[in-house]
């Protein structure tokens, strides 16, 4: 199944969309009212984005990318998802940020391509954007190959250690080595709504050690790799809300990764 990855996962994602999009899980209502969607360390960690130019890759319905623009950022938004697109420069007009963001339709393998070579001060990625990808080190290329000299990529990503978790949260139960790609299929998204249609979806493990050192393969400069003890949603029975979405283990129990953050620079 593995062969047809690419049709499978754009096809989920485009089902995923409007279940998405009418979710309270997204809120969509709540982000044109004004709601930031970015985790709260992370423009603390990028830094001002004011007047640069910003892609962000693997970017879904556009919520975080257009949370950059409110910062100031000019921004690009690119997803193999032509749902998703839609959805994402809608909402950019809805919120009066049309001016200063544009969403394109395309795997992230081709980006390059899809934006005629255009390179950008910043390139950033989300979270469970990588689980999607097969290559990293062709996707750490085509990182480089975006960034102009001096910028930087912001990568934002759920930690590698969670995913051989069981269900609980307590327990290793998977080979953390283990890359091959894996099938799944599941009636249901992440978020709350009706089942979907198509349902067939094909992600990879990517043990953290890969992820950095294909980075550096591609030429970047490792800035920092900071890993966080919270999430974003109560992924494990025992997490325990502790502030504006975020979510951690109790004080006292015995805590694991369950983000992790990288910025790296491509040198002039």
Not at 178 to 183: C, K, Q, S, V
Not at 229 to 238: G, V
Not at 245 to 268: C, D, I, K, N
């Amino acid at each position: 199944m593995t062969e047809g990855w690419l049709r499978h996962n754009r096809e989920n994602w485009d089902d995923r969309v409007g279940v998405h999009a009418a979710s309270e899980f997204y809120d969509l209502p709540a982000f044109r009212a004004g709601e930031d969607h970015l985790r709260l360390f992370e423009p603390d960690e990028l830094g001002e984005v004011a007047g640069r130019s910003l892609l962000h890759l693997q970017c879904h319905m556009g919520q975080d990318t257009l949370s950059w623009a409110r910062r100031g950022a000019r921004v690009t938004g690119l997803d193999f998802s032509a749902e998703a697109v839609r959805t994402a420069s809608a909402l950019a007009a809805d919120i009066g940020l049309a001016d200063r963001a544009r969403f394109v339709v395309a795997d992230v393998y081709e980006a390059e391509a899809a934006l005629g070579g255009e390179r950008f001060d910043v390139v950033y990625t989300g979270l469970g954007a990588l689980v999607w990808l097969p290559d990293l080190p062709r996707w750490a290329r085509v990182v480089a190959s975006l960034l102009a000299e001096g910028g930087v990529l912001y990568l934002v990503e759920f930690h590698p250690f969670t995913e051989l978790l069981g269900e609980d949260g307590k327990a290793v139960e998977r080979d953390y080595f283990d890359r091959a790609g894996e099938t799944f299929d599941f009636a249901h998204t992440y978020t709350d709504g009706p089942p979907l249609s198509r349902t067939v979806q094909v992600q990879w493990h990517h043990p953290l050690g890969d992820i950095v050192t294909a980075l550096a393969g591609a030429g970047l400069r490792i800035d920092f790799l900071h890993e966080h003890d919270h999430t974003m949603w109560p992924r494990f029975p025992a997490l325990q809300r502790a502030g504006a979405r975020e979510y951690r283990y109790p004080a006292g129990e015995p805590r694991v990764p369950l983000m992790f953050s990288v910025r790296a620079t491509r040198p002039a």
